[in-house]
């Protein structure tokens, strides 16, 4: 064995950390999805409406940014040592959002739990790939995509349960006992010895540049227009940061020897067109999932559980249009099944821009089948497209690099959508809520949308409070419409497979 080799001992129980491997997976991709039917509870609890946004943004930042720095730790210093790291941490910020008595609390401590599944999901992977030999490393994938897909059923609904049955603070509980399951089974079953490899490099600069540039970015965003005016110095010298910044990143990139985002690859029309498409989409989803239970539970009435039931479709969709778009895509071609992908997400948008306060649930039951199979149509064929663009020797980095961008989609999504939100309810209360005896000390809007004081509202109050949220969210889903028609034009742009194949074969 080589410089940089990993030596996994005959002790060691691939059976066992199999299961460990799955019980991670499960425990970070639910917590994608299970906070999104908890969040209406957790801020009318909580307060703070307008720092929503912040709770996924500073997930999906921590996450994308830390997610090929610890690929390289474990390269320097084994997979087991790094991966719990990121376990403990994961479990420490799920403990402390747990604990939180403030919106602004829960956002600092969901970074921590952030930077901890920055380890979980590339080391899951990579520990995988270390256990299992190329044929049974196939089957094992597919086998933990099917979890993923699980995750997607179970989130909201464990979500929804928890708030309704238990309390909100137990959707980040629970992931203790869990985690504490994944590392012990870790530590008892793998063995290992390694070898650092000679010269690799960590792109701290990349990551630390990065990092500042999209919190100024996000932080600008977020406040502009309601902690701070869009002219004043403070959103203007953040949005001067966050240019400085990316700028320097740029240049961070162009010259390290291994950055965490090879800048060289967005050359190849096909990863560049695949990569936007994949941020499109995820601002798409990111909207959809953080926004729609708002619709569900605050102005339809419905519980947080019947709330994981509405957005459950797009889990089962999801899978469902991945698979069927794998079994045509050689047929129909790869470019024309993933218009057909984007196609079905707008036209789920569409849809969802155009419900009213008197659209019944089974309206939005249809709208997520439909999103979840253009979803499932769209990144099957983007993942392999991007995958047939280059070589064996950078593939890794090329699919690397679409997960990075679709985390950075969310993050910049969800910002975007959140300042939309926040300036469509104080514009709005503005001009419509003044002066209105109903609406005349009734405090903090995140207060109002406590279950408790909803009932003992007058009729009047409540039906203004409907007409808010439905302006407010009316917006974003607008927004996410106008996201989804860009990126049926993005994957217009893109090349066919036949052509990429024919390129590869002419090299």
């Known amino acids: 064995m080589g410089v940089g080799g990993i030596w996994l001992h005959a002790s060691t129980n691939r059976r066992l950390v199999t299961v460990a491997m799955m019980v991670a997976i499960l425990l970070v991709a639910i917590d994608v999805t299970v906070v999104g039917t908890a969040m209406p509870r957790i801020v009318a609890d909580l307060g703070g409406l307008e720092l929503f946004s912040w709770v996924f943004a500073i997930y999906t930042l921590t996450t994308s940014v830390t997610t090929p720095i610890y690929g390289k730790l474990a390269d320097l210093f084994g997979r087991k040592i790094i991966f719990s790291i990121g376990v403990v941490l994961f479990l420490l910020g799920s403990a402390l959002s747990g604990l939180s008595h403030t919106m602004t609390q829960l956002i600092w401590f969901r970074g921590i739990q952030g930077v901890g599944a920055g380890a979980v999901m590339p080391l899951t992977f990579t520990i995988i790939g270390d256990l299992f030999p190329g044929e049974q490393r196939a089957r094992m994938q597919g086998l933990f995509s099917a979890i993923w897909g699980i995750a997607g059923l179970l989130g909201p609904l464990v979500g929804g349960f928890f708030v309704d049955q238990v309390a909100w603070q137990w959707i980040f509980y629970i992931n203790i006992p869990v985690g504490i399951i994944s590392l012990i089974l870790v530590w008892v079953s793998l063995h290992e010895s390694f070898e650092k490899k000679a010269g690799r490099q960590i792109d701290y600069w990349g990551a630390l540049t990065f990092t500042i540039g999209i919190s100024a970015l996000l932080y600008a965003l977020l406040n502009g227009g309601q902690k701070y005016a869009w002219d004043s110095a403070t959103i203007i010298?953040?949005?001067?940061?966050?240019?400085?910044?990316?700028?320097?990143f740029v240049f961070v990139e162009s010259k390290a020897k291994e950055p965490m985002l090879p800048l060289f690859l967005f050359q190849n029309r096909v990863i560049l067109v695949s990569n936007l498409v994949g941020f499109l989409t995820s601002c798409v989803l990111i909207g959809i999932t953080a926004y729609?239970?708002?619709?569900?539970?605050?102005?339809?009435?419905?519980?947080?559980?019947?709330?994981?039931?509405?957005?459950?479709?797009?889990?089962?969709?999801?899978?469902?249009?991945?698979?069927?778009?794998?079994?045509?895509?050689?047929?129909?071609?790869?470019?024309?099944?993933?218009?057909?992908?984007?196609?079905?997400?707008?036209?789920?948008?569409?849809?969802?821009?155009?419900?009213t306060l008197g659209s019944p649930a089974w309206v939005f039951?249809?709208?997520?089948?439909?999103?979840?199979?253009?979803?499932g149509y769209a990144t099957t064929p983007i993942t392999v497209l991007i995958q047939s663009a280059v070589g064996w020797n950078l593939r890794g980095?090329?699919?690397?690099?679409?997960?990075?961008?679709?985390?950075?989609?969310?993050?910049?999504?969800?910002?975007?959508?959140?300042?939309?939100?926040?300036?469509?309810?104080?514009?709005?209360?503005?001009?419509?809520?003044?002066?209105k005896g109903e609406w005349q000390g009734r405090g903090d809007m995140s207060q109002m949308l406590q279950p408790d004081i909803m009932h003992h509202l007058p009729a009047q109050a409540v039906?203004?409070?409907?007409?808010?949220?439905?302006?407010?969210?009316?917006?974003?889903?607008?927004?996410?419409l106008v996201g989804a028609i860009l990126s049926v034009i993005a994957v217009l742009f893109m090349p066919s497979h036949k052509s990429i194949m024919a390129q590869q074969v002419q090299e």
């Open 397 to 435: 980095a090329a699919t690397a690099s679409s997960t990075f961008v679709r985390s950075l989609g969310q993050t910049v999504g969800i910002a975007i959508l959140g300042t939309m939100f926040n300036q469509s309810l104080a514009d709005y209360a503005k001009g419509h809520f003044q002066g």
């Open 463 to 480: 039906q203004m409070i409907h007409e808010l949220l439905e302006h407010g969210l009316h917006t974003v889903f607008v927004a996410v």
């Open 292 to 355: 729609l239970p708002y619709w569900i539970q605050d102005i339809i009435g419905y519980s947080a559980t019947s709330s994981g039931l509405t957005l459950m479709p797009m889990s089962l969709a999801w899978p469902i249009g991945a698979t069927l778009a794998g079994r045509f895509m050689y047929r129909i071609g790869s470019k024309f099944t993933a218009v057909v992908g984007a196609i079905l997400i707008t036209a789920g948008s569409v849809w969802l821009a155009s419900v």
């Open 365 to 375: 039951v249809a709208i997520m089948v439909l999103v979840g199979l253009g979803m």
């Open 237 to 248: 010298g953040l949005f001067a940061l966050a240019t400085a910044a990316l700028i320097v």
